[in-house]
């Protein structure tokens, strides 16, 4: 089981808008800030989203970040059929001093 | 342009170790954390440990404490992984990650290596 929790999956068709949550607590997304990565098939994980709202050079702003209290999410608007890969919630968590990763969730663009 | 470049695909019987390489280029190495994150064939993402290649200095999860060492070689800019008494379940993908310590995130990901463990 995954320190952080994510919906396994989420899908939505061309030009829809679909958020994506991360539940955590207080020793984790409480207390740190959270990232997220989109997986590709068959391809290493990108950073997508840092510091719980800011995009690397090159992520396009249909790409967007929030957090609140131990939860944050990720939203996609304006979906495209290549925004389908698996995406990760990442955060510090203090109590086990370690990075934890949501389980993932798979994004379909029907 | 900031690469890592990780070494070739590894098979090892079950009790044996393996060593992982992942060589850096386009930035100065000793600058920045240089993680490890391994994933099973169809599952997420696991985090193993973190290491500071200017100090050497390392942090490694809990669950691979005594049995996982991070290690690097500054003069040729490269981190190596070792996990050792091998079992199945630790057959997956093996990434090395750059760490922005400011912002704390992986900005940057070496392509994977698989370490298949198996009698």
């Known amino acids: 089981q995954s320190v952080l929790t994510q919906p396994p999956s989420a899908s939505g068709t061309p030009g829809q808008r679909v958020t994506i949550s991360c539940s955590g607590s207080?020793?984790?997304?409480?207390?740190?800030?959270v990232n997220w990565y989109q997986q590709l098939p068959g391809t290493a994980p990108k950073l997508l989203i840092y510091?719980?709202?800011q995009r690397p050079s090159g992520v396009p702003d249909r790409f967007s970040g929030s957090k609140s209290g131990t939860s944050a999410s990720l939203a996609i608007s304006g979906l495209q059929s290549e925004d389908e890969a698996d995406y990760y919630c990442?955060?510090?968590?203090?109590?086990?001093?370690?990075?934890?990763f949501g389980g993932g969730t798979k994004l379909t663009v029907l | 342009q900031v690469q890592l470049v990780q070494s070739g695909a590894e098979v090892k019987k079950p009790g044996a170790s393996v060593k992982v390489s992942c060589k850096a280029s386009?930035?100065?190495?000793?600058?920045?954390?240089i993680n490890w994150v391994r994933q099973a064939t169809g599952q997420g993402l696991e985090w193993m440990g973190w290491?500071?290649?200017?100090?050497?200095?390392?942090g490694y999860a809990q669950k691979f404490q005594g049995r996982v060492t991070m290690t690097r070689n500054t003069s040729i800019s490269t981190a190596y992984m070792e996990l050792s008494s091998l079992r199945s379940e630790d057959t997956a993908v093996y990434y090395c990650?750059?760490?922005?310590?400011?912002?704390?995130?992986?900005?940057?990901w070496g392509q994977g290596t698989l370490v298949t463990v198996s009698s």
């Open positions: 990650a750059r760490g922005r310590g400011v912002y704390g995130d992986f900005d940057y």
């Open positions: 386009g930035y100065t190495f000793t600058s920045y954390d």
């Open positions: 290491m500071n290649p200017n100090s050497g200095n390392t």
């Open positions: 207080s020793s984790n997304i409480g207390s740190n800030t």
């Open positions: 510091s719980n709202n």
């Open positions: 990442a955060a510090w968590d203090d109590s086990l001093n370690s990075w934890v």
